[in-house]
């Protein structure tokens, strides 16, 4: 079985309030992007990757006009994709939706939430993710109240008999939006990190309770952060990534990512690929992962990140390297594993 994740930049922009895909000569939401290209570019790098389940991060809009399930399964049936059923779980108001894309004919998959719900005051214990965490992320003894903007999507799966869990990740940029100086830079980095750490000690006390209780979990998605990805970490101690991992916990608590653990490597992977206007050039990074439970980790096969000027298979391939490019900013991890 592969299964995958992919943040697709602004997926949304690509559907109409119907569903139905805008094949025109408008821009897309991608800099300088057509939106038939992009769309043809998705089209060849779903059909190349074959996946039989796709993470879609960025995911079309979910509100009272637009559906994101008919938006994913429209493009998959022009496409012809074998991963053609998507779900979703709680929506967002931000038009990036958390998604998988699946093929009906492998998977059995049902949205299955955990946790209890909060009012305003929030939970201190693994609350429901469209809940309110409440932790005290700048130990001046006052906890804040820590939301989601993109709820995770919780997943009960079923394939060939074997049930196992999946959580899709979107976790909170640390990039200092709307700063207009270098204070500003540099206070909202310390604030965005800081909450970023907090949804990422949610997640782990969501998973710490699946990993206890034995069940097969995969966690998978755009987590924003890597070890040793920027100077703020120095800060904190961890990153946000290894805090999800369980990096100081027995090893029946951890997961396992490959990647992760290359970061502090002179030649780093990276998933994500972002263009500075300022400087005219590109900026790496490590942003996305598929993680799986001790117990899932002697079944996985492969991981691989799609990345066509790091994978020799890619570039050789001149319509999927292009592809890629044109796509998205970020790149597809694959993950193939017997289940």
């Known amino acids: 079985m592969r299964l995958a994740t992919y943040?697709?930049?602004?997926?949304?922009?690509?559907?109409?309030?119907s569903g139905a895909l805008i094949n025109d000569r408008g821009w897309s939401g991608r800099r300088n992007v057509r939106r038939r290209d992009q769309i043809a570019a998705l089209g060849i790098v779903f059909t190349a990757l074959d996946a039989d389940a796709v993470m879609v991060i960025e995911a079309p809009d979910e509100n009272g006009r637009r559906s994101c399930v008919a938006a994913l399964e429209e493009f998959a049936r022009v496409?012809?994709?074998?991963?053609?059923?998507?779900?979703?779980g709680f929506g967002n108001d931000t038009q990036q939706e958390i998604a998988l894309l699946y093929d009906p004919d492998v998977l059995d998959v049902r949205?299955?939430?955990?946790?209890?719900?909060t009012g305003k005051?929030?939970?201190v214990d693994a609350p429901r993710f469209d809940g309110v965490f409440r932790w005290d992320i700048d130990v001046d003894t006052a906890p804040e109240l820590i939301r989601f903007s993109k709820p995770p999507l919780e997943l009960?799966?079923?394939?060939?008999?074997?049930r196992f869990r999946m959580i899709g990740v979107h976790a909170k940029s640390k990039a200092p939006h709307g700063a207009s100086n270098a204070d500003q830079a540099i206070r909202l980095s310390i604030q965005n990190r800081r909450k970023q750490l907090a949804q990422c000690i949610w997640l782990r006390q969501r998973i710490e309770s699946h990993l206890r209780a034995g069940d097969p979990l995969i966690v998978l998605g755009d987590f924003n952060d890597g070890p040793g990805l920027d100077e703020y970490e120095k800060l904190f101690g961890l990153s946000g990534v290894e805090i999800v991992m369980g990096h100081a916990d027995e090893a029946a608590l951890r997961l396992f990512d490959p990647h992760a653990l290359q970061v502090r490597l002179a030649a780093q992977p990276s998933t994500a690929r972002f263009y500075i206007a300022p400087e005219d050039r590109y900026l790496s990074a490590l942003?996305?992962?598929i993680m799986v439970s001790p117990d899932l980790r002697s079944k996985a096969r492969r991981w691989r990140i799609w990345h066509p000027f790091d994978d020799p298979a890619l570039?050789?391939?001149?319509?999927?390297?292009e592809a890629l490019l044109v796509a998205s900013d970020h790149f597809p991890v694959s993950l193939d594993i017997d289940l």
């Open 156 to 162: 009960e799966a079923e394939a060939s008999g074997r």
């Open 121 to 123: 005051k929030g939970s």
């Open 79 to 88: 496409h012809d994709l074998r991963a053609r059923r998507a779900i979703i």
């Open 7 to 17: 943040n697709v930049e602004w997926f949304n922009a690509l559907f109409d309030d």
């Open 287 to 289: 942003l996305d992962y």
């Open 315 to 321: 570039y050789r391939v001149p319509e999927l390297r």
């Open 111 to 117: 949205h299955d939430p955990r946790g209890d719900p």
